[in-house]
């Protein structure tokens, strides 16, 4: 993302400080480690920042492995063995669930951090960090709303289909797959039938539902016009909304207004 918000800037015209430096890096989201690539190639004026950077990514690692690792199972008494009991789930071929991946997710937030940071979100909420003011033109939100809100709401109705229709929309049981075609599909045991959506592992934890299905949330800090004006322009984000394959909100200072037929009510 870096990269192309880079990339972009470029091909605008707007110059970038002589101090920036793009850095890849990989997330595991089972272990919650970020590992940050060639660190080596930092100039060296940046090394303080750069440091400060790993001690807030291992901080956050931290604090996200003791959250999720209480769903998982692994009561560890401290975080160096927490981290080793994740990573030996995610090495283990027995293992039917390693993580619950996005299950319970719920809604999406384009609006600035200030307005979510100390909430309990409890995991449930994709943030994208989104300021109305220094988009005059809409043409951010146009690209977030045609790239993050599409596959949040993609993400959203795989997990809402196989929890509602499992028999249908649902992958079954993961113990009993076997690959077909290489990279074609899954099959369930014995039956030729491929199977779609989750594995019934990703959603359930053996005894309750891991995801509760509901359709998609989408927040958005923006004026009126500049979200009508891309419902207008975009008919694929404007079918997922008319068609409520998703709910779609707008924060006020006064709190929610609910897109419904054409117009906003308060929510």
């Known amino acids: 993302m870096i990269i192309e918000l880079h990339c972009r800037s470029l091909r605008r015209g707007v110059p970038l400080p002589a101090t920036t ?12 480690r970020v590992t940050l690539m060639d660190t080596h190639a930092v ?9 400060r950077f790993e001690q807030t990514l291992e901080q956050a690692g931290r604090a996200t492995r003791a959250e999720r690792a209480i769903a998982l199972g692994v009561n560890a008494s401290s975080d160096e063995r927490r981290f080793e009991a994740l990573q030996q789930r ?46 005059p ?39 009993l797959h076997s690959v077909v075609g290489g990279h074609i599909g899954v099959i369930e045991g014995n039956s030729p039938q491929l199977r779609i959506g989750l594995p019934h592992q990703s959603l359930h934890d053996g005894t309750t539902w891991g995801h509760e299905p509901l359709r998609l949330t989408v927040v958005i800090d923006a004026p009126r016009e500049r979200i009508e004006g ?26 929610l207004e609910h897109y419904h037929a054409g117009g906003w009510l308060p929510s």
């Open 21 to 32: 430096h793009v850095l890849a890096a990989t997330h595991c989201t089972l272990t919650d």
């Open 43 to 51: 100039p060296a004026r940046l090394s303080p920042l750069l440091e």
């Open 90 to 135: 995610g090495s283990d071929w027995s293992q039917p669930r390693t993580e619950w991946g996005l299950a319970n997710n719920a809604a999406l937030l384009l609006a600035p951090r200030s307005i979510s940071r100390g909430l309990p979100l409890e995991g449930r909420v994709f943030l994208h960090e989104y300021d109305p003011h220094r988009d």
């Open 137 to 175: 033109d809409g043409q951010t939100l146009e690209a977030l709303m045609t790239a993050p809100m599409l596959v949040a709401s993609w993400i959203n109705l795989q997990y809402y289909a196989s929890v509602a229709v499992p028999s249908l929309y649902g992958a079954g049981n993961k113990l």
């Open 230 to 255: 891309v419902l207008t322009r975009q008919p694929a984000v404007a079918q997922l909304v008319h068609n409520r394959w998703l709910w779609l909100c707008r924060h006020t200072a006064d709190g």
